[in-house]
């Protein structure tokens, strides 16, 4: 069956680089996307594709079945939901890793 | 200009009412999405629609349906309401397999 594969939790000091790992069994998807989700408030996506890519903070490596999200000096502000997601001929999502930032 | 706009923003109700939600997208998309966020804060896919076609989830009590009007519009209607349908729901759309863009949310209250 396809699927998408996250860790459920991350937990993270402040200021430290964070990784959110994702992998999958979809034969035929190529790209990754990466979606951040504050409970209550509209998804957005923060990175996606088919190579390793950087937009601000959020990097993303990528390999064939799987990517990474990092998250370079992580703040509190960035407690959220975080999704990963790849696309065959239509979009699967991951179950979402909850990141946590330790006080 | 809003990409993704849902109505109502709140809609609290009594248990056994049918309501429903409306979703509309104005990025010209061919695929449109709703997702609940269940009690621990996750999203979970309910419904996706793409010109006509229609892909359900199972796990969906089928109280739930989509309707769409044209491709610009996906409502859920959801029928005889339970105390555990309370969530938040959020439409999205998308081109079939580029970013999806979600509207704000419809925190749903059943009473």
């Known amino acids: 069956k396809d699927q998408v594969f996250q860790p459920s939790t991350v937990a993270s000091s402040e200021g430290a680089v964070v990784e959110i790992f994702c992998n999958h069994s979809?034969?035929?998807?190529?790209?990754f996307f990466w979606y951040l989700h504050f409970p209550g408030c509209a998804p957005r996506l923060l990175v996606k594709?088919?190579?390793?890519?950087q937009q601000g903070r959020y990097n993303m490596t990528y390999e064939r079945f799987s990517s990474s999200l990092l998250i370079l000096q992580v703040r509190e502000a960035d407690a959220a939901v975080y999704y990963c997601?790849?696309?065959?001929?239509?979009?699967?999502f991951g179950k979402g890793t909850r990141l946590h930032i330790l006080p | 200009d809003t990409a993704v706009s849902q109505t109502p923003k709140y809609l609290v109700t009594q248990m056994g009412n049918d309501k429903s939600i409306k979703c509309e997208q104005n990025?010209?998309?061919?695929?449109m999405y709703w997702y609940k966020q269940d009690s621990k804060k996750f999203l979970k896919i309910m419904f996706s629609?793409?010109?006509?076609?229609?892909?359900i989830n199972e796990t969906v009590p089928n109280r739930f349906s989509p309707k769409s009007p044209d491709k610009a519009h996906l409502n859920l209607h959801i029928n005889s309401l339970e105390l555990g349908d309370s969530a938040v729901y959020f439409c999205?759309?998308?081109?079939?397999?580029?970013?999806?863009?979600f509207g704000p949310g419809t925190r749903l209250t059943v009473l």
């Open positions: 999205a759309s998308s081109d079939r397999k580029d970013t999806q863009y």
């Open positions: 979809v034969s035929n998807a190529y790209n």
């Open positions: 594709g088919s190579k390793p890519s």
């Open positions: 997601a790849v696309c065959d001929d239509k979009i699967i």
């Open positions: 990025l010209g998309h061919d695929t």
């Open positions: 629609y793409n010109n006509k076609e229609l892909i």
